[in-house]
């Protein structure tokens, strides 16, 4: 592999673990605000929680399929941990 793939590659990786950290941490405020029937709000906030997230992985797509592969690699790393966090009471 080139080192140009492998920085596409670490970058598409940050990338992921870095909006799927937010994607994820932010789907706790949304269900709370479905929840508390603040459904306006909640929707605004739905989808500004897909568009960066979407805008993304088409960047990604459109490099190849290895940084898209990588990113996703790096959206399901995020969600573990984050997942893992709200599973140990921290909100």
Do not use: C, D, E
Not at 3 to 10: F, G, S
Not at 17 to 25: E, P, Q
Not at 49 to 75: D, K, Q
Request: aromatic share 6%; proline share 4%; charged share 10%.
């Amino acid at each position: 592999m080139s080192a140009a793939l492998v920085a596409r590659v670490a970058i598409s990786v940050f990338a992921g673990l870095t909006l799927g950290a937010g994607f994820f941490a932010l789907l706790h405020a949304n269900v709370r605000l479905y929840g508390s029937r603040r459904w306006p709000l909640a929707l605004i906030l739905h989808l500004a929680r897909w568009a960066p997230l979407g805008a993304a992985l088409l960047v990604a797509a459109r490099s190849g399929a290895l940084p898209l592969l990588s990113m996703t690699l790096g959206i399901l790393v995020a969600r573990s941990l984050v997942l893992r966090r709200a599973r140990a009471g921290q909100p």
